[in-house]
């Protein structure tokens, strides 16, 4: 898929929206994430490509999970499987690894230093934004990179 400058803006804006406001606030606003599924679904009929339904099922499928074990919330589940429907299955992938691996490295920080405990939540969706923008613009490069090695 090509990536115009315009659809890059909206994406980012639409995730750095939910992420401000889970940092702030601890909750993600279903309108965040059905702005991005609207926008995301258009943009997949306008392309022909319906791959990214099979990304963004999968997502929501792991995140269901998740959330029946209370390692997610709900919004980060419904944020990040609209932002999957921007993806193809590959950046879906690298995004979601990303976006853990980030969260995971951030709450080691937060505990080593004191800032917070482990029995703290730490927001979700500013990892998701950072990883999205990764995954959106590079996330097929990064896995094939990724295989090549």
Known sequence: MTISFFEGVVF??????????????????????LAAGLFGTVRIFVSGSFLPLVSAAAV??????????RCAGEG??????????????????????????LGGLA?????????????DRLPFAPFLCIAGGIAYGWGDALWHLWLAS
């Open 12 to 33: 980012l804006a639409l995730l750095a929206g939910a992420a401000l406001e889970d940092w702030r606030t601890g909750y993600i606003s279903d309108g965040w994430s």
């Open 60 to 69: 929501f499928f792991f995140f269901l999970c998740l959330r029946c074990f």
């Open 76 to 101: 980060d589940g419904f944020l990040a499987s609209a932002a999957a429907l921007w993806m193809s299955p590959e950046s879906c992938a690298v995004f979601l690894w990303t976006a853990f691996v």
């Open 107 to 119: 709450g080691a920080v937060f505990l080593i230093s004191g800032k917070r405990k482990k029995e």
